[in-house]
């Protein structure tokens, strides 16, 4: 490749248009003002190509759309001001930009994007809980608040009242790449499985029963009620963690698999895994049907430095994956599996966002530009993602990495040759 001609932002805008008409779906987001004189489209594109090169908030961004390269790519030929970004996001609607996520994921599908995230032919969804704004004082009327116990400068303990903002995401998680499909505000005095529902049933609607093929939690989600209605109303299977010892089930899988001999012993990353499968077990009262509980214990050595000296040690890890819903074709190797995908760093999308802090920060508080900030930074994610995965050739190549795409794109900004797709 001539390297004059490599530009990374022209690239990723010709590709996000081409291929998911990138400029009309910004300009079919719009918002409530009467007559806006800066366009919503312009908006709409610099929230998202901001995140993509993550300008960290309103005041950096207006800075960005003075650069003419911004502007040609927005298609406005002026800067957009911090005020309007607030005053615009204020005015959006998050619905819109939900459907305009759908949109592109189905597309992704459509396009076999997330074959390579199936394991054992299954497609897994796995539901994850993340907090946002978490601050002393209210700020904003979606604000939740919470009573907690914290110690003041004379080291005496005290309660206060802390507000936050909370959300439930949907993750199709893979061991390729991830996406984030979809999330949902937990409302005040409301449970995260009460959110995760509203979440799926919502999902079911937009996406259909067929998009993935089951669901994957943490021990947080093993209850009767959510299990009953995930597998019965809605009809995807859930593999879900089980610790609660609370519970008659986890003490019937010790009693039963106690002094028996596995049934499967597999290798898995360097691990020796075996495996108990216990079928047909009552779970709760809540829940009418039997459960499947997967035991697994796995082992292996670890070199760990110890006072100067490398010495390798034996360490263990038991998972216990109680399995409700139809998937008594996989066996217990396949159950383990699928419910890992979820612990995975690598390539997990709500790790990556969670871990830089992304889903946290936002530019806006604000009940409605919240929401809309945050399908901004998703559908930019997921589009950066797509393009840096599927169709950068530098990354397929292997010669940059993530980080590195992401640093040309901005550096083509500044000295890149102007981008043009308007006239293409
Ligand atoms: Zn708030």
Partial sequence: MNRSDFNPLGQFVAYACKRFHLHLLAGGLGDARPQPQIPARAVG???VLGEVVQVPGFLQLQQETALPQWQRWMGYANPIS??????????MDPAKWRAAGVW??????????FEGCKVHGLLALSLDANEQFCSDHRCCEDCQSREITCKNEAGQEVKKT???????????SGPQWSVILDFEPMRQGQEECAAALRLLRRMRGAYGPRFFDLVVVDSWYANGPFLKTVVEELGWPVIAVLKQERYEVYQETEALSRGQKPVQRVERDGRTVEIWDLRSLRFSDAY??????????????????????WEDH???????????????????????????????????????????????HCA?????????????????????????????????????????????????????????????
């Fill in 82 to 91: 911090h005020d309007t970004f607030g005053y615009v996001t204020e005015r």
């Fill in 45 to 47: 594109l610099s929230l």
């Fill in 104 to 113: 592109i994921n189905r597309r992704l599908k459509k396009g076999k994007a």
């Fill in 162 to 172: 802390q507000y936050y903002h909370k959300q439930v995401y949907a993750q199709l």
């Fill in 314 to 360: 034996d360490k263990e890890q038991n998972w216990i994956w109680v399995v409700a819903g139809e998937l008594d074709g996989y066996d217990g190797a396949a159950i383990r599996d699928v419910g890992h995908l979820r612990w995975k760093i690598e390539n997990n999308a709500f790790c990556e966002l969670t871990q830089h802090g992304h889903l946290t």
């Fill in 364 to 424: 806006h508080h604000h009940p409605v530009a919240a929401m809309v900030l945050l399908w901004v930074k998703l559908i930019a994610f997921t589009l950066f993602h797509a393009f840096a995965l599927l169709h950068g050739k530098l990354f397929r190549l292997g010669r940059a990495t993530m980080s590195e795409v992401r640093k040309q794109i901005d550096r083509s900004l500044l000295c890149g040759r102007p981008v043009s797709f308007f006239s293409g």
């Fill in 288 to 309: 009418p049907g039997s459960v499947r509980v997967v035991k697994v214990r796995e082992r292996w050595r670890q070199r760990q430095r110890v006072g100067g000296q």
